[in-house]
């Protein structure tokens, strides 16, 4: 029978070996978190490597990402579709095994790590979804959700700001399934931590509201085993189990020290760490008595079907209420959504009058909501101003998480972060809000959902200059076309209330990538279509008003500035010219069209083009042309009143109206 000791050593020396055939990686910490993560997995994971998005799972989560080695190992071993061969080709071009785990490659990776913080981050989220899903679902004597969230995490990963957001929120919330495990180990890459990293960590992490195990020897299996089972009865609090370990654990030479952190051991280095931990084994080499003990597909196929078997009272006690928790984790939408979606969008087209589009999304949610009990809103503390809640909102607390609203306080990158590990963990759609120009401090999180292809949905109120008297600090200028140009996210700014519900639909029915949904604090007129309009509003550019004849002039515009150059192109109409207005809500989807439609909005032979948006000018340069002309932002805002602003840096009609003309000749 094997040791717990020659199994975990069945991780350093694949962690060493696939380092060093790609020349390239990080073995320290696979090497020094061994011990305990073959505790965790071989003890008290719950999972089936046979089936992979088995719904009640536990989670597992390496949110030191570049330890990747370790979790490869790790599925590899327990019987993941992860084969010997897979980790040969660790860091190679199109390999299951990337430098760091990304979500959609490996089986079994639940999440994208590697950006430190992250991680444990995204665990939040998934044991808040874990949460909420059981007090939404869970009846008594059915425990139909019932599972942990395990996050493995280093010092960098508590050094970075995200990570005080997070847990400090998990602890307000009394996710008690989230077990965290720090790899204290002392070292980070520039050298020992203790010249800049001295914080108390269990006190922190107690003043959050978490249980703390403190001091745990992370090389004991029987502690780490003991502190495991002391965090799963704490139910009420999530759990830090502070391990003590040494980084690099088995290399004679370079164990303890930033030597091991970042770069191959070297064949040397390894011969000796084999002679060190008792390993007489080759290269990729691992003894079937070691395969046979690691192996995890018996025991979580029964593990499947002991929850199956509960499921299934579970379905005939409640039938109604197990069909919707299916159709909720197989992300499928009600089946009377379309119906209602159609409705409400041409209701609105009959009757929408002047109103800011945050308002406007917020009757959206009135809307939606009561068709869609997956929705799980929240904002970052500005749910007033994001007009983020509706009728149905209910706050969750940790006392009662059968609500659908989230408060995340003033953290805008854990708020981003923690609705990724949401919508990984199924069952929600979630949505979360803050002004745009604070998206910046989650610009990384909003990247990650684009990077995984998770249709987290992100509200973006307060979109330009329009905000007015708080000033540049609060004014976006540059950042929608940061979001236009992030691979993979689709980004509406629409301009009137029927172009927000129509951006609402787009967000919720999508399923391979985020949206990013951006609405105005002033007030918007409505616009007049007819239905075949209305049925373009979708291809995210269309024609919105078109000239008698052939156009000789076409407008772009988006948002607050459609309304402006609706104004000047009847003006300019006045004056004998035959002018083409196309709204442009969302670039990327009317990107994607066919060029027949794309030539039919924007025909190749209108030169004349002028785009219009208070927001960064360079990035319409695509549309216009080189020798096109753009009314856009050079330059950061001012604090002034809303319609000073406008004026001052040439948002109207008449300065729209004298660059038709100038450009006209």
Known sequence: MSSRKELANAIRALSMDAVQQANSGHPGAPMGMADIAEVLWRDFLKHNPSNPNWADRDRFILSNGHGS?????????????????????????????????????????????????????????MALAEKVLGAQFNR?????????????????????????????????????????????????????????????????????????????????????????????????????????????????????????????????????????????????????????????????????????????????????????????????????????????????????????????????????????????????DLTPSNLTNWSGSQSISAEDASGNYVHYGVREFGMSAIMNGITLHGGFKPYGATFLMFMEYARNAVRMAALMKQPTIFVYTHDSIGLGEDGPTHQPVEQVASLRMTPNMSTWRPCDAVESAVAWRHAVERKDGPSSLIFSRQGLAPMVRDDATLANVAKGGYVLKDSAGKPELILIATGSEVELVMAAAEQLEAKGKAVRVVSMPATDVFDAQDAAYRESVLPSDVTKRIAVEALIADFWYKYVGLNGRIIGMTTFGESAPAEELFKMFGFTVDNVVATAEELLG
């Not at 980790?87 to 950006?115: D, I, N």
């Not at 307000?172 to 001295?198: C, M, P, Q, R, Y």
């Not at 080759?282 to 199956?308: L, Q």
Request: with cysteine; proline share 5%.
């Open 69 to 125: 080695m370790l979790i490869y190992s790790l599925l590899h071993l327990s019987g993941y579709d992860l084969s010997i061969d897979d980790l040969k080709q660790f860091r190679q071009l199109h390999s299951k095994t990337p430098g760091h785990p990304e979500f959609g490659y490996a089986p079994g990776v639940e999440t994208t790590t590697g950006p430190l913080g992250q991680g444990i981050t995204n665990g939040v989220g």
């Open 140 to 380: 008594p004597g059915h425990d139909i959700v019932d599972h942990h969230t395990y996050v493995f995490m280093g010092d960098g990963c508590l050094m970075e700001g995200i990570s005080h957001e997070a847990c400090s929120l998990a602890g307000t919330l009394g996710l008690g399934k989230l077990i965290a495990f720090w790899d204290d180990n002392g070292i980070s890459i520039d050298g020992h931590v203790e010249g800049w990293f001295s914080d108390d960590t269990p006190k922190r992490f107690e003043s959050y509201g978490w249980h703390v195990i403190p001091a745990v020897d992370g090389h004991d299996a029987a502690a780490v085993k003991a502190a495991i089972e002391a965090a799963k009865a704490e139910t009420n609090k999530p759990t830090l189990i502070c391990t003590k370990t040494i980084i690099g654990f088995g290399s004679p030479n370079k164990s303890g020290s930033h030597d091991c952190h970042g770069a191959p051991l070297g064949e040397a280095e390894i011969a000796a760490a084999r002679e060190f931990l008792g390993w007489n084994h080759g290269p990729f080499e691992i003894p079937a008595n070691v395969y046979e003990a690691w192996d995890a597909k018996a025991a979580g196929a029964e593990h499947e079907a002991a929850w199956d078997q509960k499921f299934a009272a579970y379905q005939a006690e409640f039938p109604e209420l197990a069909a919707e928790l299916l159709r909720r984790l197989a992300g499928e939408l009600p089946a009377n959504w379309t119906e209602h979606a159609d409705n409400y969008v041409a209701e609105l087209q009959a009757t929408a009058n002047k109103v800011a589009t945050r308002k406007a999304s917020q009757d959206c949610l009135n809307a939606f909501g009561p068709v869609l009990p997956e929705l799980l809103g929240g904002s970052a």
